[in-house]
């Protein structure tokens, strides 16, 4: 992906960790609520996949979504100062929050080899290489699902909702609607253009800018889930 392009990014690299270290108001309640909507469906999802799958007969889930639930109220409640221990100097914001969530994932996953050690094979328990990548590309998911929120909020306001819906029907691989079998393959190549170009170009960026803390960490956030996609035959929502 270019490193030059339209949307106005801001120059400065402090500008997030500013607000979320900055005195309680309504700018970094609307901020730290961004944050949550991308990062909570990543805790679930890992909990869901790595914890839950060693949850015998429902044991474990009360625990696991107590967990998912605790750190997303945390990072909402502005007195107990979640974002108060992040160091910018020490990294990204985006990555200590993961970091947060793996570790969450790791104590569960050494308490449950305590508990079910004479009854669960080691090799089943994920290794703290997979839990990276289930993190990262939970991550991923929820940015694109939030890029194609925003696409479809877009041309809502454009009255043109039929053209981003024609477009998710041609890459979903789904059978042709007839109004979709009466356009032209031109018109079809066309609109699937359009719609690209607008994602890749607008609403990924304003996606990660949710999460970002630095103009460089928007290019890349960005450039790496539009990589994925367009990898992809086909897209959905659920990437």
Not at 9 to 30: C, F, K, M, Y
Not at 47 to 52: C, E, I, R
Not at 113 to 133: G, N, T, W, Y
Not at 185 to 214: H, N, P
Request: aromatic share 8%; with cysteine; proline share 4%.
């Amino acid at each position: 992906m270019s490193s030059t392009h339209s949307l106005d990014i801001p120059e400065t690299t402090r500008t997030t960790v500013d607000i979320l270290l900055g005195p309680e108001n309504v700018r970094r309640q609307a901020r730290v609520a961004e944050i949550a909507a991308v990062y909570q469906p990543v805790l679930k999802g890992v909990a869901a996949f790595f914890m839950l799958k060693h949850a015998d007969n429902g044991e474990g889930l009360s625990e696991v979504e107590d967990l998912a639930g605790n750190e997303v109220l945390l990072m909402l409640d502005p007195g107990c100062g979640y974002f108060s221990t992040y160091d910018p100097t020490r990294g990204r914001l985006r990555h200590w929050i993961k970091s947060r969530i793996r570790r969450h994932v790791l104590d569960y996953r050494r308490k449950r080899r305590r508990v079910v050690a004479s009854e669960l094979d080691e090799e089943k328990l994920p290794a703290e290489a997979q839990i990276d990548q289930c993190i990262d590309e939970l991550e991923m998911n929820e940015v694109f699902r939030l890029a194609m929120h925003l696409t479809a909020e877009h041309y809502a306001e454009k009255g043109q909702s039929e053209r981003f819906e024609i477009y998710k029907e041609l890459k979903s691989g789904a059978p042709r609607s007839p109004s979709v079998q009466a356009m032209s393959e031109w018109e079809m190549r066309s609109l699937k253009s359009e719609v690209a170009s607008y994602i890749r170009q607008q609403a990924l960026w304003q996606a990660a800018l949710r999460v970002s803390d630095s103009p460089e960490d928007v290019y890349e956030l960005a450039g790496a889930v539009w990589d994925r996609a367009r990898n992809r035959k086909t897209l959905d929502l659920d990437f």
